[in-house]
T-cell receptor, first 110, second 112 residues
Framework: TQLLEQSPQFLSIQEGENLTVYCNSS?????LQWYRQEPGEGPVLLVT?????EVKKLKRLTFQFGDARKDSSLHITAAQPGDTGLYLC??????????FGTGTRLTIIP | KAGVTQTPRYLIKTRGQQVTLSCSPI?????VSWYQQTPGQGLQFLFE???????NKGNFPGRFSGRQFSNSRSEMNVSTLELGDSALYLC???????????FGAGTRLSVL
């Protein structure tokens, strides 16, 4: 059973457009992380959110943790080709293993 | 500071063989975690080692095993390979469980 569902699974948009990626679960997480993975590389951590309702900004990327700590979203403003990659959310429950989401493969068309 | 190094980068094996993958963590990191990534199942946790002890284990059969050496380097072994074991195997190191994990580039295993 996959605990973290991401949507959409695939997204292809034009450069300059905005987009939102969602990460949903029926489980509560103590923290949630977002990673970006490029071809031939391992995932790279973008952000960690720990408080329900928390919003973090990283340049054009805005991350939000749901109030109930069961879901999260990633919003990208004015997408650029360099944003292309596989976006993964991952939830932690205390000292238990990280559970990764199903992933969203994003392609930004110049 | 060198990142996480995984060797080899690519590997081709046949069914029934066994394989050993290696991971050298970032200097000073004592925790090493292994993950399997496939298009169908995504990224799944295999196990985590800290100071040569396995602390956490995912839901994989006993054919998947690992170990960690005193210098924190880790190896992962898969015995009696099956076609479904074809995947990208990722290693991540951190200072400890709950700290930021840094991933290597992975070993892509193809089982024929």
């Amino acid at each position: 059973t996959q605990l973290l569902e991401q949507s959409p699974q695939f997204l292809s948009i034009q450069e300059g457009e905005n987009l939102t990626v969602y990460c949903n679960s029926s489980s509560v997480f103590s923290s949630l992380q977002w990673y970006r993975q490029e071809p031939g590389e391992g995932p790279v951590l973008l952000v960690t959110v720990v408080t329900g309702g928390e919003v973090k900004k990283l340049k054009r990327l805005t991350f939000q943790f749901g109030d109930a700590r069961k879901d999260s979203s990633l919003h990208i403003t004015a997408a650029q080709p360099g944003d292309t990659g596989l976006y993964l959310c991952a939830g932690a429950q205390g000292n238990e293993k990280l559970t990764f989401g199903t992933g969203t493969r994003l392609t930004i068309i110049p | 500071k060198a990142g996480v190094t995984q060797t080899p980068r690519y590997l081709i094996k046949t069914r029934g063989q066994q394989v050993t993958l290696s991971c050298s963590p970032i200097s000073g990191h004592r925790s090493v975690s292994w993950y399997q990534q496939t298009p169908g199942q995504g990224l799944q946790f295999l196990f985590e080692y800290f100071s040569e002890t396995q602390r956490n284990k995912g839901n994989f059969p006993g054919r998947f095993s690992g170990r960690q050496f005193s210098n924190s380097r880790s190896e992962m072994n898969v015995s009696t390979l099956e076609l479904g074991d074809s995947a990208l195997y990722l290693c991540a190191s951190s200072l400890g469980w709950g700290n930021i994990q840094y991933f290597g580039a992975g070993t892509r295993l193809s089982v024929l």
